[in-house]
């Protein structure tokens, strides 16, 4: 059964191959890339392109990995586990550049290819991952590893391979191997559509507004904007609003029309839950289904013992148990605040409670009374131009790296920059790409990833190629771009992901960088750190029109409202996450209500009705579309370990503290994945994490 279905693939992929009129010499995907710092050449690449590469790929990764079942030689950790580890190079270079587009450039176009190539780019990867002849193998080496004379790098390499194939399917039976392999594809494919519907969402809803005395409280800028938004809808002389975060959050803040609040706000968190064509639910349903069923068959109770074995957490009851020290303090802080905003819109004449839609408008109110700060206030400090030259200003603080901009790369979009990273000699380190604006095809949010990772060949170095993308506001004439704080801290996060990409080493890709899933945000969320410090707001937060520094008064205010607020987004935040670990210990396939199940589950923990969760489940994309299944609590979990991580550099009583850098970068960025990760840790830091530092930065304790 297993040679056949390998036969059957290897059939497809060439016959693929053949009938595409395509010349593979001049498909730029497949030849060497003669660019500076062999980047992709986005302005050769057409769509057309992607299909006969992606199928040329998988067809020499097949090879490869044949090259390797038919060594007559004795398996050994050269001939087996560094082949393997090479393998793919191609596969891999196509991959990271298709997805990473269809991510930041979704069309129709590319959405088609990936509904066609994901199954096969499925099958592929299960072939090899439930390969008898390739696992016995790797097992033949795994179990004489002892006696190899290897290092603890090439061990570590060995037995995370193994890992890998246990924990794919590799000892299955093969009926076992091929139902899995059933259950992945139409993972794969389900996955993709809810991205797709997601998008879908956001681009079709737009609330119309046709009367300026509507937009009352709204700043100008974001009246500027909705007016160009108006303009590219078809609307011209009116003001369109969608629920984008740039467009959403601030006529949540600031707009006195409670009715266009909620109607907005409703846009927002009924996505995917529409019962339209973009719905959802139905996909849902199936995911988690699905996803339990793998992991009985893997030996596991549900989807989130099965993810958490590897993480740190280790087990789902672990998670649990911490988000709950955390949220039972959080929500009686949340209380406080909606009373506390309650009164206020009292004073103001409201006679009804306050409902979720007012929360943002209400806070924005209560931060001015309580810090005497208006988010209006800070944003003419935080040019983009300036929050990203304050984020280079740290790393070479820190890192002793520059970034020194370039205009001879190719991009895929002219709203990217490029910037070439050099380390402290001067030796070059990266290549940077970063895409500030939002614009239809794009998904929501931001993240970090990579068009190709660090590797090595032989001593050869290969350096990587990393990419930040934000939805920031795009710009308007010839103003510029201002953030909100919220944003600027954003850029800081992303940009801290970056760094573990520029920083990452080793021989082996299987460790090289490297981290569980909830250590993974500690590099970003460090970085956050340094953007509200005092000494670092002093270099970058300066005025758009005057230059001037922003003024220490205003500093103090910002700071001091670092506590602001705190009680919701924490208890938003780990409603999220609940709701996630809830989806995924389900034991029994799910055929019931979705919304019931949510709204079950928030119960349960007695969430009050004024706060959803930050992501609803038909818009969740983290866990159903971004890889963060039975994992979206890292970012708190990481918190525990940024917060402690950063207050070492605040005990040293230098913020740029070089040795402490020089550690971190050591021991987390670059070689997280040698060893243990809270050995990695304690490497740095000298003891394991504590979470008293987080309780008080949240204001907790």
């Known amino acids: 059964m297993k040679n056949l279905i390998l036969c059957a693939l290897s059939i497809v992929v060439l016959s693929a191959c053949n009938q595409n009129g395509n010349n593979m010499t001049n498909n730029p995907l497949l030849t060497e ?82 509904m066609e190539m994901m199954p096969l780019l499925t099958a592929h990867s299960d072939n090899i991952l439930m390969s008898a002849p390739l696992f016995e193998k790797i097992k033949a080496v795994y179990n004489q590893r002892e006696n190899a004379g290897l290092d603890p790098l090439a ?159 280790k087990t789902p009851e672990n998670v649990y148990a911490f988000l709950e020290r955390i949220w039972v303090p959080a929500l009686k802080v949340a209380k406080n605040e909606l009373a506390a905003m309650q009164k206020i819109a009292n004073s103001e004449g409201v006679d009804s409670p306050l409902i979720a839609s007012d929360w943002w408008y209400y806070a924005e109110k209560l931060r001015k009374q309580k810090y ?141 960088g490297d981290i569980p899933r909830d250590m993974v945000e500690l590099p970003s969320q460090i970085m956050e750190n340094w953007a509200g410090e005092p000494q670092v707001l002093q270099v970058y937060a300066k005025h758009f029109q005057t230059g001037v520094v922003m003024p220490e008064a205003l500093i103090k205010k910002l700071v001091n409202s670092s506590l602001f607020n705190q009680g919701f987004m924490i208890v938003e935040y780990n409603a999220s996450s609940l709701l996630d670990l809830d989806w995924h210990t389900i034991t029994q396939p799910f055929t019931k209500d979705v919304n019931e199940f949510e709204q079950k589950a928030m119960d349960k923990k007695g969430l009050i009705k004024e706060i959803l969760p930050r992501y609803r489940s038909t818009y969740f994309s983290h866990i159903f579309d971004g890889g963060y299944s039975a994992g979206y609590y890292v970012y708190r979990w990481a918190e525990v370990l940024d917060a402690d991580a950063f207050n070492a550099f605040k005990q040293s009583g230098d913020i740029y503290n070089q040795e402490l850098a020089a550690k971190f970068r050591k021991y987390i960025l670059a070689e997280g994945g040698f060893d243990d990760p809270m050995e990695q840790y304690k490497r740095f830091r000298g003891a394991a994490p504590s979470e008293t530092p987080l309780l008080v930065k949240r204001g907790l304790q």
């Open 372 to 512: 005497d700060l208006d988010e209006s206030e800070i944003k003419p400090y935080l040019q983009l131009e300036n929050v990203r030259d304050g984020m280079f200003y740290v790393a070479n603080k820190l890192y002793g790296i520059t970034f020194e901009k370039r205009t001879d790369i190719s991009l895929y979009h002219t709203d990217v920059e490029t910037y070439e990273v050099k380390d402290v000699d001067g030796s070059h380190l990266a290549i940077f790409y970063i895409d500030y604006a939002t614009r239809a095809g794009k998904s929501a949010g931001a993240w970090c990833t990579e068009f190709r990772s660090y590797r090595k060949e032989g001593e050869q170095e290969i350096f990587p190629l990393v990419s930040v993308v934000c939805n920031f506001p795009r710009p308007f004439g010839d103003a510029p771009v201002l953030l909100s704080w919220d944003e600027a801290t954003t850029l800081f996060h992303e940009f801290g992901h970056a760094l573990h990409g520029f920083f990452t080493r080793g021989d082996y890709r299987r460790i090289a």
């Open 33 to 114: 890339f003669n660019t500076p710092f062999q980047t992709p050449p986005f302005d050769l690449i057409k769509t057309e392109h992607y299909k006969p590469a992606f199928l040329e790929a998988m067809k020499q990764h097949r090879t490869e990995i044949d090259a390797i079942i038919n060594n007559p030689q004795d398996p050994d950790f050269e001939n087996c586990i560094v082949a393997l580890d090479h393998s793919g190079t191609l596969l891999h270079s196509v991959s990271s550049i298709f997805f990473n587009l269809l991510e930041a450039e979704r069309s129709d176009e590319m959405q088609a290819i990936a």
């Open 155 to 313: 061990t570590r390499t060995l037995e995370k391979l193994y890992q890998d194939f246990v924990r794919k399917g590799a000892n299955l039976t093969e009926s076992e191997k091929s139902r899995m392999m059933e259950i992945n594809t139409q993972l794969a494919t389900l996955s993709l559509q809810f991205g797709d519907n997601i998008v879908k969402e956001i681009n079709g809803f737009k609330m119309i507004v046709d009367n300026l005395d509507d937009l009352k409280g709204l700043p100008q800028e974001n009246i500027d904007a909705a007016a160009q938004d108006a303009i590219a809808a078809g609307e011209e002389g009116k003001w369109v609003f969608t629920p984008k975060k740039t467009s959403w959050i601030p006529f949540l803040q600031y707009a006195q029309n409670r009715e266009l609040r909620e109607q907005l706000y409703k846009g927002y968190h009924q996505r995917g839950d529409n019962n339209n064509d973009n719905d959802n639910k139905a996909l849902i349903q199936k995911m988690v289904s699905l996803r339990l069923e793998a992991a009985n068959l893997l030996g596991f109770p549900n989807h989130a013992a099965y993810v958490i074995d590897e993480n740190m957490a």
